[in-house]
């Protein structure tokens, strides 16, 4: 009897091994958020990109680990207002602080989502936590300079 209930306890965390990690591959296989964060950019190219069109710049902190980043991209990044509203006013950037330690220790993130407002090379905004879209968009207005 131990000997089966090892087994079925070894097979149990195989699959807890394995199922997280199926159903990251299956949500990350799209990216419906990556109309609205540059592409293709390093953090520094985004800060130029944004001095000079004279916008701030949105930082989103993530992980792909992370639930409530997962839900930031599935619910929020993609709506249309948050869309529009970041095209006419900001560059956004995200990053993975996996895949980028250096950054975030630079910007000493504890927790994600950490979304950032950056204006002229200063921090002007912080927030931690999931945010739905209109909260989202209410917290970016009301940090905007002008």
């Not at 131990?2 to 296989?29: D, F, H, N, W, Y």
Request: charged share 25%; with cysteine.
């Amino acid at each position: 009897m131990k000997t089966g209930a090892r087994i079925v306890g070894l097979m149990g965390l195989a699959l807890i091994g394995v199922l997280p990690q199926a159903c990251e591959k299956m949500e990350s296989a799209s990216a419906p958020h990556a109309e609205v964060f540059v592409s293709g950019v390093t953090y520094d190219q985004a800060v130029a990109k944004a001095g000079v069109e004279k916008r701030i710049l949105i930082v989103d902190s993530m992980a792909d680990w992370c639930g409530p980043c997962k839900m930031m991209d599935r619910e929020v990044w993609p709506d249309a207002e948050v869309v529009s509203w970041v095209k006419a006013n900001a560059v956004a950037f995200q990053f993975d602080v996996d895949k980028s330690p250096e950054l975030a220790r630079q910007f000493k993130i504890d927790a994600m989502p950490t979304v950032m407002v950056m204006y002229e090379g200063k921090e002007i905004g912080r927030h931690v936590g999931f945010m739905p879209a209109p909260e989202l968009l209410g917290w970016l207005k009301s940090v905007t300079p002008g």
